[in-house]
T-cell receptor, first 112, second 115 residues
Framework: GENVEQHPSTLSVQEGDSAVIKCTYS??????FPWYKQELGKRPQLIIDIRSNVGEKKDQRIAVTLNKTAKHFSLHITETQPEDSAVYFCAASKGGSYIPTFGRGTSLIVHP | EAGVTQSPTHLIKTRGQQATLRCSPISGHTSVYWYQQALGLGLQFLLWYDEGEERNRGNFPPRFSGRQFPNYSSELNVNALELEDSALYLCASSLGTGLKNTEAFFGQGTRLTVV
């Protein structure tokens, strides 16, 4: 089955800095890569996703890049703010069924 | 529009007992997924139901089971509870299967504590 590795497990940055979270996946058939943000005590919520026919996608301060050859994808957050502090999960799934396999999560801490 | 709802929010059980967790998907969603979120282990896939059928299950023992009802709501049952079953159990729903993956929306979860 699919295996998703996520790094780092903890990331601490100063407000205004950029943050990068990286994930690798094992199944070359995976074609959908969502990112979820889970604030303390709340449910995971989708913040951005990318499909395999696209190399990069941006939404304001967040962007995701995908390298299908290397089987890795990354989340980039620019101009971080304290409210960006949360656990971020990457996931991978393939067409025909949607069972996302999640990474173990990255705890992002943004210091004011 | 109501989101995914789960009940109860908290559940305390004794080792060896059975627990039943419930999930109501977003109206119109036919697929329901169950995940276990134990501390430090991320989101571990448990079960997937679509159109009333179990479509796939993760690497969990048979004492984890469930079902999906005709109205697409779902139940997760955990028999013979063990201490390590203590975790947050998250339910998610989506529009269903197909070549086009669709976003999964999560519920708030049920915090199960086994003592």
């Amino acid at each position: 089955g699919e295996n998703v590795e996520q790094h780092p497990s903890t990331l601490s940055v100063q407000e205004g800095d950029s943050a990068v979270i990286k994930c690798t996946y094992s199944d070359s058939a995976s074609n959908y890569f969502p990112w979820y943000k889970q604030e303390l005590g709340k449910r995971p919520q989708l913040i951005i996703d990318i499909r395999s026919n696209v190399g990069e996608k941006k939404d304001q301060r967040i962007a995701v890049t995908l390298n299908k050859t290397a089987k890795h994808f990354s989340l980039h957050i620019t101009e971080t703010q304290p409210e960006d502090s949360a656990v971020y999960f990457c996931a991978a799934s393939k067409g025909g069924s949607y069972i996302p396999t999640f990474g173990r999560g990255t705890s992002l801490i943004v210091h004011p | 529009e109501a989101g995914v709802t789960q009940s109860p929010t908290h559940l305390i059980k004794t080792r060896g007992q059975q627990a039943t967790l419930r999930c109501s998907p977003i109206s119109g969603h036919t697929s329901v997924y169950w995940y276990q979120q134990a501390l430090g282990l991320g989101l571990q896939f448990l079960l997937w139901y679509d159109e009333g059928e179990e479509r796939n299950r993760g690497n969990f023992p048979p004492r984890f089971s469930g079902r999906q009802f005709p109205n697409y709501s779902s139940e997760l049952n955990v028999n013979a509870l063990e201490l390590e079953d203590s975790a947050l159990y998250l339910c998610a729903s989506s529009l269903g299967t197909g070549l086009k993956n669709t976003e999964a929306f999560f519920g708030q979860g049920t915090r199960l504590t086994v003592v």
